[in-house]
T-cell receptor
């Protein structure tokens, strides 16, 4: 079966510091990968998605970036965090085949507090 | 692009009552409609989904209905229990496309 791992689970970072969140998926190949953010505990904001290695689509312009160095690895980064970057970050995946539909499965999330 | 509207934003019911959450979508080409449940501090989890070739789908106390003509779909929870309290998200997507469009969520509160 497929599993998704995301880390760290919680982190507190000072303003202006860098960020790296990592995510890996097991049990599938060529998945679609996503980074979402939830601020204020409600809506799911899509930040980035990737349909293959090195292919990144950005949905919201901001000081965050994403990379996909390997097929099942997705990394969210920032060079300098802002207070407004605080939130709950969710990595997610879906099957890459066109016939499978769009079911998206979420990782357990990372709580980021920028102080 | 697709736009999904979800109502109500908050829903309070007594234990044992039914709860209904409604979503509308704008893209007539959308053909996949999942529902996610997110408990406090946890990840969203898929609870039920429906595709456009089906009008209704049930799984125990949960059911989803789809009206393609009106472009709306609904989540029905019967005999609600306190553990049903969570935020529920609807979404719409198209087969072969890699993204879903989510509604803004409904916070369901079930009082004992």
């Amino acid at each position: 079966s497929q599993t998704i791992h995301q880390w760290p689970a919680t982190l507190v970072q000072p303003v202006g510091s860098p960020l790296s969140l990592e995510c890996t998926v097991e049990g599938t190949s060529n998945p679609n990968l996503y980074w979402y953010r939830q601020a204020a505990g409600r809506g799911l904001q899509l930040l980035f998605y990737s349909v293959g290695i090195g292919q990144i689509s950005s949905e919201v312009p901001q000081n965050l970036s994403a990379s996909r160095p390997q097929d099942r690895q997705f990394i969210l980064s920032s060079k300098k965090l802002l207070l407004s970057d605080s939130g709950f970050y969710l990595c997610a995946w879906s099957a890459g085949t066109k016939s499978s539909g769009n079911t998206i499965y979420f990782g357990e999330g990372s709580w980021l507090t920028v102080v | 692009g697709e736009n999904v509207e979800q109502h109500p934003s908050t829903l309070s019911v007594q234990e044992g009552d039914s709860a209904v959450i409604k979503c509308t979508y704008s893209d007539s080409a959308s053909n996949y409609f999942p529902w996610y449940k997110q408990e406090l501090g946890k990840r969203p989890q898929l609870i039920i989904d429906i595709r456009s070739n089906v009008g209704e789908k049930k799984d125990q106390r949960i059911a989803v209905t789809l009206n393609k003509t009106a472009k709306h779909f609904s989540l029905h929870i019967t005999e609600t229990q306190p553990e049903d309290s969570a935020v529920y998200f609807c979404a719409a997507g198209r087969s072969g496309y890699s993204t879903l469009t989510f509604g803004k969520g409904t916070m369901l509160l079930v009082s004992p």
